[in-house]
Structures are given as structure tokens and as C-alpha cells.
């Protein structure tokens, strides 16, 4: 007899096995040189929802066959490292120009410009570093790096970033901001669900339909963003309300309406959880945690 | 009978094939983002020695089968490509504030500070996707990202920065100064010559060798480069002379003295040569660059 699956208990137990992992490969605090170290661990423990990894252990539950724990635990730092390089190079002066993330002074004004820009580059290097170490199939490890390179770089992650900031005060259509959000933000969600069907030996037509899932999770999470962005106050929101209006962003509330971008929302959460009927009950982690992305805020 | 081997010559045709590596596997200019793939194509293809590059090809010539001229090519624009971003972030106004590298505006000037941010996060991710992508041994590939990932990281290249930063104005010891200096920049040069090794099926013995080679050869840049800095003047150094001295930065002649230095280079490429014996005459091109970096600027 299989025990129910309870979702509060396993985003509970995965976020500690983040947690855990994360202080055990990250270099320690006291191997010099220390204050980098330090700024790398203060940025990379800082907390958040740890989405990224919530993501890839969902996946890896569609397993049929045992999984390398330690494969999962590692390919979850990994792509937190890269998460937390870009919060810490988004917020500095020449960027976002943040003083505050999740509570607390963001990398420079906590260290200084200089280290934060250090911290960046060298969580960017941990990363592959830790999955390259993984002790599994090769060929596993290297669609691991592949993806996550792609997944971060100029087609990816900072060339959505370069798109947004060609973007500001521009007038822009619908088809584009979806195209700079599947880069800046989508490409890493959709990463680490690769990264977990990759390590649980999916085939390529499971992948294909995790694929389409993560792309539907993505938009979804930006588009929630920009809602909340609109609606929220500062304190619910856990960080400055309205910024993207304040900046002349476009979002999809200024394009298309609160309406649309609510209908919208809805929507894309029905696609995700339809790409996962093939998972029968393996996938309850991955619907869940379409359902928390939608709700967000409410 | 085997032609002989005319360094010059040999040197021309590495040079060349560096620049036609990076051409081939950099995004392409019309590639979007475009801007961001023109300032990343700006700042790899800038020019400069190529030393790591011409170091990971002399090291290839070591092979004694026939070996992928494809993963040598690979391996020298990853390198490229972490050595360029290292300097697009290190010219950035919150380390060393430089408007001018290799002649040129440096890339924030060119373009601007957010995308010089971006074009160095990016090029980092793009010499791991270019080292995933090699066409060769699994276990090999593996490798050569391991290397590259901890020579360029927090206990290699971005280590020796943060070391080198908080060091300004304070006094060092010798040291000191050279485990900063074995990670700033030896690290990355020790890099090419193991990458160089690994693709060329070398063994255990004869990659320890090349450690001691990589490791007098890094040591002997750093001393001629501070050397150069405080006797040649700014033009025949291509970069502003006595810099060093005017930001305070400790230095093998403010510490040592010029003469110790001078006996020091000199010492250092004796130790690099004589390591090298064991490869006989297949070490010739290594053997000509160690004279190469002692002998500069004279």
C-alpha cells in the first residue's frame, strides 16, 4: 500500500534537503579566501522560495527506477548558484540598483560593489564545477552542463536580461515580452525540470512533455508576477510594489489588462497540469506546484 | 625526415587558428540579443597574446597519437572566453575603472556597464556550453569543465581578485603575493596547459610535469609583468606604466627589488624548461614560450 502524497510535508522536506545541500557543497567559510567565501555563501543561503530546486525534485518523483539522490542534491545547488549570481549582479548599481532582497542588504551594500560582482562570477563557476564532480553517468552530467549553460547565457537567462533593459521605456508588443520572459526567467524554470527528467532517466517523449509543462509553469510565473506587481502592496509582497510601472516596464497588466492577464494565468496553469497526464500520480508534486505558482499571492 | 620546427612560424599559424576558432563557435552578430552578441564578439575578439590559447596548442603538440584538432580548438575559445570576461568585469568602474584595453574603448565604455555585466556573465556560460558540445571522450570533456571551473573560481582566478583587492595599501608578504598571483593568473595559464594535456591522452607523470611547467611559467609572467611596469614606459607596455606603484598595489619590485625580480624570471624559466625534458623535442613550442614571457619587452 503506498502512503498518500501530502504536499505541505514534501515542499517541507525538499526545501530542507536545499537548504542542507547547499551548506555542504558550497565552499565553507573559512577556507580563504574568506570574504568571498562569506559573500558567496550570504548570497546563495539568503532563503527565497527555492522554486528552481522545488522543481527538479518533482520531477525526479517521476522516476521509475532508483535516482542518485546526491545527483538531484547537486544539479539543485547548481542551478540555485546560478540563481543567486543573477539576483546579486541584478541588484547591483549599474542594474536594478537594489539595496534590500528577501529582507536583507543585497550583496554590495552588505560587502561592496566590487565583491558582489566576485560573488557573481564565481557562484557562475561553482556551478559547473559541482556538476561535473557528480558521481553518475557522464553523459548525464554533461546534458547537465549543456542545459544549464544554455539555460543561463546569451540565448537564455542574461540575454532575456540585455532584451529587458533594451526594453525599458520602449513600446513593445505582446509577442515580444513573452519571448524576453521565456529567456530572462523561463529558461532556468525549464531547466531544472530537464535537469530532473534527465538524472530519472526520462525518455525523450516524457521530456517533450515536460518541456511543454515548464514553458506553461514560466509564463505563468511571470505573468502572476506582474499581476501581483499591480494589485499587491509592498508588505504582501515582500519586496517594492508598482516598481515596473514607476520604471515604465511593460508588463502583461499594462499591455493587456488585469483581466486578461488573470484569464491568462488560468489558462497556462491548465496546460501545465495536461502535460502531466501521462505521470498518472508520480507527477502530484509537479501539479501542485503549478497550482502554488498560480495562486501566488492570493 | 621530420621538417624543423621554426617557432615563428608556428606561433602564426596557432594565432591564426585562435581567431578562427572564436569566429566559428561565438554567436553569431545577427543573432539575437544582437547588441549583447556584438559586445561579446567586441570583447573576446579585442586581439591580445592569445597566450593561453598558444600555451594549450604547444601543449597538444606533446600527443603521441593522432588527437581532435576539433576539442584543441574548442579548448582554446572556453579559455578565451573565461580570460575576456575577466577582463570586461575587471575593467568595470567598481574594480579598476579602465576606459582603454588593447587600444580600444573596454566594453562599457563601448556599449555600457549593464551590458558589460551581461557580455561577462555570458561569455562565462558560453565556454562551458562550448566545452559540453566537444565531439570526443565523455570523461575527457569532463575534465577539461572541472579544470576550467575551479582554475576560474573562488580557489582560482575570481579568488585571486578578491584576494588582490583587499590587499590594496596593505602590506603583504612575498608569500602571500604569490598564492594571489598563482590564483589571478596562474591558475587560468596552468588551466590551458592541463586542457592541452588531457585532450592529448597524456599521463598521470607526464601531466605532473606539466605542473611544474605551468606553474614557473604563470609565476615568471607575473614577475616580468611587474618588471615591465616599473621600468618600460606606457607605450611600450600598451597600457598605462607604474600603475601598480600609483594604486599601491604591492609587487615583486616594490617588495623585492628590481634585481631580485630580474634573478627571479630568469630562475623561473630554467625551472620551466628542465621540466620539461622528458618530451624531448615535441616540447619545443612550449620550451620557446617560457622564453617568450621571460624575454618580453626586451
Known amino acids: 500500500m503506498s502512503t498518500p502524497f501530502l504536499f505541505p510535508q514534501w515542499m517541507k522536506a525538499q526545501s530542507e534537503r536545499t537548504e542542507s545541500a547547499l551548506d555542504r557543497l558550497l565552499d565553507p567559510n573559512k577556507l580563504p579566501p574568506i570574504r568571498l567565501h562569506q559573500a558567496m555563501r550570504y548570497a546563495a543561503q539568503g532563503g527565497g522560495k527555492r522554486i528552481r530546486p ?26 540555485e548558484c546560478i540563481h543567486a549570481y543573477s539576483l546579486v549582479h541584478d ?57 544549464l ?28 515580452l513573452q519571448q524576453m520572459h521565456a529567456m530572462k526567467t523561463g529558461a532556468l524554470l525549464s531547466c531544472a525540470v530537464r535537469m530532473g527528467g534527465v538524472i530519472a532517466h526520462l525518455n525523450a517523449a516524457q521530456l517533450e512533455q515536460l518541456t511543454i509543462y515548464s514553458q506553461a509553469l514560466g509564463l505563468a510565473f511571470q505573468v502572476v508576477d506582474d499581476i501581483l ?18 520604471q515604465d516596464k511593460p508588463t502583461y497588466v499594462t499591455l493587456m489588462g488585469l483581466d486578461y492577464a488573470q484569464q491568462k494565468a488560468l489558462e497556462l496553469e491548465k496546460i501545465a497540469t495536461a502535460s502531466l497526464e501521462c505521470f498518472g500520480s508520480k507527477a502530484q508534486a509537479l501539479r501542485e506546484l503549478a497550482l502554488l505558482v498560480v495562486n501566488r499571492g492570493k
Chains 1, 2 share one sequence.
Do not use: W
Request: proline content about 2%; glycine content about 8%.
Open 229 to 246: 506587481d499591480a494589485t499587491a502592496d509592498s508588505q504582501t509582497l515582500g519586496k517594492t510594489a508598482g516598481k515596473d510601472a514607476a
Open 54 to 79: 522545488l522543481l527538479l525534485y518533482a520531477t525526479g518523483e517521476l522516476a521509475e527506477c532508483e535516482l542518485s539522490r546526491d545527483a538531484l542534491d547537486a544539479a539543485a545547488v547548481a542551478i
Open 149 to 176: 549553460a544554455v539555460a543561463s547565457g546569451s540565448r537564455g537567462m542574461a540575454g532575456g536580461q540585455a532584451i529587458d533593459l533594451e526594453s525599458v521605456g520602449k513600446t513593445i508588443e505582446l509577442q515580444d
Open 91 to 147: 541588484d547591483l548599481p549599474s542594474m536594478d540598483n537594489d539595496d534590500l532582497r528577501r529582507g536583507r542588504p543585497t550583496v554590495h551594500k552588505a560587502f561592496d560593489e566590487a565583491t558582489a560582482l566576485l560573488v557573481g562570477d564565481a557562484l557562475q563557476s561553482k556551478a559547473f564545477e559541482i556538476l561535473a564532480a557528480i558521481e553518475c553517468d557522464p553523459l548525464v552530467r554533461l546534458d547537465l552542463i549543456h542545459s
